[in-house]
């Protein structure tokens, strides 16, 4: 099979998985099998919708992650910026400046997820080198530290506002204002285009940033323009969704082994997988004890905890396809 008949024959593929995925979303739920109620249809299209553009979200942000910190177990959840972008969240929330407009949630979980990324790359950073264990340490601590303001924020808000932050920090995709949806869609789709454009880039910066500084790639601009795309997508996505973990980490992983590391494939693919992954996700989290419906995020944490562990003992023995 030549080369051009082979991306053919992946792309046809991609298609029609997601398709499937797609059409197992709108067929189940909670209520059982169901695609002649439209009541029903339009409250699962808007849940397939938004898991869609969440999942290639936090997968490309992933990608972009793993390449230019060239760690595998690079993930926004693992380094904080899930955690950052839900703290700036909840100081949205709790000082009442969503009546500024809609707008406000996701900039304030865009700002979050931005300081913690760059606050976490500083103290990992030791000389032009990023060691695994620091950076691993540095996003747990930020995590944690994120994680504690935020249930510190949590506990002295009303009981409405309680309510509504604990649900949304256990993770969710059911749409109840469409304005948000949309916002998450240009926000992952601007973050994609951004992404695949400079995958030149990214694919240089790989090699090393001597590496790449000598092959003529601005480093240190293109690694504030990655820090930017990734921090825009996952304060996007966590600004609607909450605390959603590990897609970041798996998709871009199994992705990579599918088809290679050539960011210019691996961007795209990762964002059509992640879509259906958290689609997928979402569907089990309707069903597995329904008609109550598990939070999307407990579903992603239970896959996410047992593969992280496989890619950290993999890490150990030196082994990155």
């Given at each position: 099979m030549?080369?051009?008949?082979g991306?053919?024959f ?7 998985s997601?398709?499937l995925v797609v059409?197992l979303?709108l067929?189940i739920g909670?209520?059982g099998w169901?695609l ?5 249809l339009?409250?699962r299209l ?6 869609a553009?969440?999942g ?16 595998p177990l690079a ?5 904080g910026?899930s955690g950052?972008?839900?703290?700036g ?5 709790i000082t ?5 407009g809609?707008w ?13 990324m760059?606050?976490?790359y ?5 000389g032009n080198t990023?060691?695994?264990?620091t950076?691993?340490?540095a996003?747990?601590i930020?995590g944690?530290?994120?994680g504690a303001m935020?249930?510190f924020?949590v506990?002295v808000g009303?009981y409405?506002?309680?309510h509504?932050l604990?649900?949304w ?5 059911q749409v109840t204002?469409?304005?948000?949806p949309v916002?998450v869609g240009?926000a992952?789709?601007?973050?994609v285009v951004l ?7 990214l694919?240089v910066m ?5 590496e790449?500084?000598?092959?003529g790639v601005?480093?240190?601009l293109a690694k504030?323009?990655?820090f930017v795309v990734?921090?825009?997508m ?5 600004s609607?969704c ?6 970041g980490?798996?998709v871009?992983?199994?992705v990579?082994?599918?088809i ?9 693919a990762s964002?059509?997988?992640g879509?259906g ?7 089990f989290?309707?069903?597995i004890?329904?008609p109550?419906v598990?939070?999307?995020g407990?579903?992603?944490?239970f896959?996410g905890?047992?593969?992280f562990?496989?890619?950290?003992r993999r890490?150990?023995?030196g082994?990155?396809?």
């Amino acid at each position: 099979m030549s080369e051009k008949a082979g991306r053919t024959f992946r792309i046809g593929v991609l298609a029609a998985s997601l398709g499937l995925v797609v059409f197992l979303g709108l067929a189940i739920g909670p209520s059982g099998w169901c695609l002649n109620n439209w009541t029903i249809l339009k409250l699962r299209l808007g849940s397939v919708l938004l898991a869609a553009v969440a999942g290639a979200g936090l997968s490309v942000a992933g990608a972009v992650l793993q390449g230019v910190l060239r760690n595998p177990l690079a993930d926004p959840y693992v380094l904080g910026m899930s955690g950052g972008a839900g703290l700036g969240y909840g100081v949205v929330v709790i000082t009442g400046a969503v009546w500024l407009g809609s707008w406000v949630l996701p900039a304030g979980a865009f700002a979050g997820a931005l300081a913690t990324m760059v606050l976490v790359y500083l103290l990992a950073k030791t000389g032009n080198t990023i060691p695994v264990t620091t950076l691993l340490l540095a996003g747990v601590i930020m995590g944690a530290m994120t994680g504690a303001m935020l249930m510190f924020i949590v506990s002295v808000g009303s009981y409405e506002q309680m309510h509504d932050l604990v649900w949304w920090m256990l993770g969710n995709v059911q749409v109840t204002d469409w304005k948000l949806p949309v916002l998450v869609g240009a926000a992952t789709a601007v973050g994609v285009v951004l992404a695949w454009v400079f995958s030149r880039e990214l694919n240089v910066m790989v090699l090393g940033e001597e590496e790449a500084s000598f092959l003529g790639v601005r480093v240190e601009l293109a690694k504030k323009l990655f820090f930017v795309v990734a921090s825009l997508m996952t304060g996007a996505v966590v600004s609607v969704c909450g605390l959603i973990g590990f897609v970041g980490l798996i998709v871009p992983h199994a992705v990579r082994l599918a088809i290679g590391p050539d960011n210019r494939k691996l961007i795209p693919a990762s964002a059509v997988v992640g879509a259906g992954f958290l689609i997928l996700a979402n569907t089990f989290a309707q069903v597995i004890i329904a008609p109550r419906v598990l939070p999307i995020g407990v579903v992603t944490a239970f896959l996410g905890g047992p593969f992280f562990i496989y890619l950290l003992r993999r890490r150990r023995k030196g082994v990155w396809t």
